[in-house]
């Protein structure tokens, strides 16, 4: 499993760019990488995205001066790489809402004339995208709980995110392996149940059959 996420300049996908890229990898239910990098935007970055993220321009190029910062360009071509790689593997994506920070991706690379995932090899038809929002509302059906990965990650008690790329990749994978044990939970206990039921009515059935 691959949690994936990407911080951005905004919302709107055919305009917005990613800031920084999330890789965290789990084999077992265990955390065995994890990858976060950034990279400088060629479009300004909203006041409601910063407030969220916490990332202004000047911040991005003082770190893209010293190094630690890609360019746009630079920054969608070695996402695309993981996002390959990982995908040849046989990876499930997993994130909230992780179509957007697919869609986001995909769209800078046609932006810069670089193709997109498809046209690089990554077969959208067939990726295995884990929407853990998605997931848990077709778990519950209370649609009075919110489900973003914030409020998801305090009702699994998993660490949040806090809007880091690489901290809700994480978030993301461990609320969704929190929602996989809530579910076995939960069948274990409606199989339990229903042998109850069973062995009631097998006890309950010739005094039933004498009266």
């Known amino acids: 499993m691959v949690g994936f996420d990407i911080e951005s300049t905004g919302l709107d996908t055919e305009v917005d760019e990613p800031i920084s890229y999330g890789f965290a990898t789990y084999e077992n ?51 695309a790489q993981r996002l ?39 077969d959208l038809a067939t990726v295995k995208l884990i929407d853990v929002c998605r997931h848990d509302r077709t778990m519950d059906s209370d649609r009075t709980r919110r489900r973003n990965l914030t409020a998801l990650s305090g009702h699994y008690q998993v660490t949040p995110g806090n809007h880091t790329a690489i901290g ?22 409606s199989k339990v149940a229903a042998l109850r039921i069973l062995v009631n009515l097998n006890q309950s059935g010739p005094s039933a059959a004498g009266r």
């Not at 976060?36 to 000047?58: N, Y």
Request: hydrophobic fraction near 45%.
């Open 168 to 189: 809700d990749a994480k978030a993301a994978v461990e609320v969704f392996m929190k929602q996989v044990a809530h579910n076995q939970v939960n069948s274990l206990e």
């Open 29 to 79: 239910g265990l955390l065995v990488s994890e990858e976060e990098f950034f990279a400088l935007p060629s479009v300004a970055i909203h006041p409601a995205a910063e407030k969220v993220h916490g990332w202004s321009r000047t911040m991005l190029e003082e770190l893209h001066a010293a190094g630690d910062a890609h360019s746009a360009v630079a920054g969608v071509a070695r996402a």
């Open 84 to 122: 390959r790689e990982f995908h040849a593997q046989g990876a499930h994506f997993i994130g909230a809402h992780p179509e957007y920070d697919f869609r986001m991706t995909t769209s800078l690379l046609r932006r810069h004339s670089m193709g997109d995932l498809e046209v690089l090899g990554f």
